[in-house]
């Protein structure tokens, strides 16, 4: 079972994003802030929970926060900023959003780029140990997952209903046949290239 806090004093945010790794895209960022008492039986890291559970829990989550936000940062941003600035960035558009401020931020991972003057604590692998973490990680992937299953219709030829931008070997032999995409991060290696040594 997960933890419901990391200070029982403090309103909590819980912070994670979702598509880092993505091709193509937006980085979407979530932050949730959850009734002290929350628990859920189910409630886990994003990627341990099929699309199914997924969808049941983002409507939990919406009708049982205290306040919630989802934020998007676009493929095109992500090329000007890079995209750990890009996820950072989410996820203080995602803060900002809330409304209820927080008095401290449980961040996902180990990097973050303090916001205003909120106290936060990065944790590896949060989203597998804090509540509020995982329900920001199911809004994040959720939210994500439906803007591109939307993108999809308007590109099908790379599979983004099924791969969501990742680079599946379908998502890259598309690449290679049909060119890029408005949606595709041109900072990112896109095509798969063989490494040519001359002698």
């Known amino acids: 079972m997960l933890k419901s806090f990391l200070y029982h004093n403090l309103t909590e945010a819980g912070c994670d994003e979702a598509g880092r790794g993505c091709l193509a895209g937006p980085v979407v960022a979530a932050a949730v802030i959850l009734p002290k008492n929350y628990k859920h039986p189910v409630l886990n890291d994003s990627k341990k929970l099929s699309a199914n559970q997924r969808l049941e829990l983002k409507d939990e989550i919406v009708d049982s926060a205290i306040a919630w936000n989802v934020a998007f940062v676009d493929n095109i941003e992500i090329d000007e900023i890079n995209i750990l600035r890009a996820s950072i960035k989410a996820m203080h558009l995602a803060v900002e959003g809330l409304k209820k401020k927080p008095q401290f931020l449980l961040i996902d991972g180990n990097r973050f780029i303090p916001y205003k003057e909120i106290k936060y604590e990065t944790i590896v692998k949060g989203d597998g140990l804090y509540f509020s973490i995982a329900a920001a990680s199911v ?61």
Request: no cysteine; glycine share 4%; net charge positive.
């Open 139 to 199: 809004l994040a992937k959720t939210f994500r997952d439906e803007y591109m299953e939307k993108i999809h219709n308007e590109y099908p030829v790379y599979g983004w209903n099924r791969n969501k931008g990742y680079p599946t070997s379908f998502h890259r032999e598309a690449l290679n046949k049909y060119g890029i995409s408005p949606y595709h991060r041109k900072s990112f290696s896109l095509f798969n290239t063989q490494l040519t040594i001359n002698f």
